[in-house]
């Protein structure tokens, strides 16, 4: 058995917002108890409150969870200033819960607590993790690389980082009743889970391809040994670069791609600052996208990843998008998850985020890799 449920409010009010998700969860549950969960709510809420309010109800839960940038679910679809719980109850399934702290001082001991500290609960090794770390102390890719060193390359992971409605200030990460800053919250799953995934963008690289030839983390200086700028100004004149035309960063096959969005310029150093790291000598390509490729990539990671789940009934998705998907999208972000649904005749309890990027395997066989501007699917099931 593994039955997963959703709740989900809009109410400004933290107690009020919360008991009303409790309420949602527990009609649904019909009785079973949780074992473990995920918590995503708008930076402004009583978070203490919200997670005392859980425990309350389901004492010692494995929880955890974060800000975002936006919420979906089944039961609201896209929301702004909402919360949303999604529940896991299985008696042939393991979830347990870790957590690292002050991951900015340490990434690959941060990481490595997280894991031994969930995995020490658990009788059977891990088939998945799923994470919401932090995304402004320190680097995504880097916290990646820990959550990969520490659980080895076979184990894929998915998730994003906390956001904070793009104010770029502090992020919050969830973890049983705490609240936390500067840390990576993990869930284990072991066991008979089967689960299936697919990410997709939309954007299509144009133009040559070129090479990173000097780069400082996620501080591009030089592309074919001539300044970042002049890369950009040569497809894009006068424009500035900004998060309507990524780079495609090619993987070492140079068959997939994943993508990179920049934040910032310098005029003086001719360098862009991109939301994740860039390895040095990396294979790029800018890219483009319009609005209906975005909407096309959601509904086509959801479709694949349904086509590749290895079961045949799935008990519930979890959706990571971009805040910059949201951005560009606008009104029409809500199509995202409006798009999926209409794929399915059977109801799907479903829960989503927008994220500051995003965190899952390109393929099935490639390893767990960092993405900006991306739509990940995640299927989950036993059967």
């Known amino acids: 058995m593994f039955k997963v449920v959703v709740g989900h409010s809009n109410d400004p009010d933290s107690l009020a917002a919360v008991e009303e998700v409790l309420q949602q969860c527990a009609s649904s549950l019909a009785g079973n108890i949780p074992k473990a969960g995920i918590i995503f709510a708008a930076i402004d809420f009583d978070h203490s409150l919200i997670l005392q309010q859980i425990d ?12 975002t940038d936006g ?54 090794p891990p088939k998945l993790c ?38 770029y200030q502090s992020t919050y990460q ?14 284990l799953f072991s066991g008979t889970i089967l689960f299936s995934h697919a990410v997709a963008s939309g954007w299509h690289p144009i ?29 894009l004149g006068l424009l500035p670069p900004s998060m309507e035309y990524p780079l495609a960063v090619f ?19 001719s360098s862009i600052t991109f939301f994740g790291d860039i390895p040095d000598r990396a294979i790029i390509q800018i890219s483009e996208a319009a609005y209906e490729d975005i909407l096309a990539a959601s509904k086509a990671s959801f479709m694949n990843a349904l086509d590749n789940y290895p ?15 949201r951005q560009i999208l606008g009104t029409r972000a809500q199509e995202e998850y409006q798009n999926t649904k209409l794929c399915l005749s059977d109801y799907l309890p479903a829960c989503g985020f927008y994220y500051y990027g995003e965190i899952a395997p390109i393929d099935g066989i490639s390893q767990t890799q960092f993405h900006n501007e991306t739509f990940v699917t995640l299927i989950l099931g036993n059967q």
């Open 174 to 187: 969830f973890f049983q009743t705490e609240v936390l800053s500067d840390s990576v919250p993990i869930l």
């Open 130 to 167: 799923l994470t919401h770390p932090e995304s402004l102390t320190t680097s995504g890719v880097s916290i990646l690389n820990g959550l990969k060193l520490a659980l080895g390359q076979y184990v894929p992971i998915f998730g994003g980082l906390a956001g904070d409605q793009s104010r």
């Open 56 to 67: 309350r109800v389901f004492p010692g839960i494995e929880l955890i969870g974060g800000t």
């Open 71 to 124: 919420e979906i679910s089944s039961v609201l679809e896209f929301q702004q200033d909402s919360i949303t719980l999604m529940l896991f109850c299985s008696d042939e399934i393991e979830i347990y819960a870790g957590v690292g702290r002050k991951v900015s001082d340490d990434p690959i001991t941060a990481t490595k607590q997280a894991v031994e500290q969930a995995k020490a609960k658990s009788t059977a």
């Open 251 to 269: 993987d070492e096959n140079e068959d997939n791609f994943y993508i990179r969005a920049p934040i910032a310029y310098n005029q003086e150093s």
């Open 207 to 235: 133009g040559q391809t070129s090479k990173v030839t000097k780069v400082d983390k996620n501080i591009v200086y030089e592309i074919d040994g001539k300044p970042a700028l002049d890369f950009y100004h040569h497809y």
């Open 311 to 325: 079961g045949t009934q799935p008990s519930a998705v979890l959706f990571f998008s971009c805040v910059a998907r």
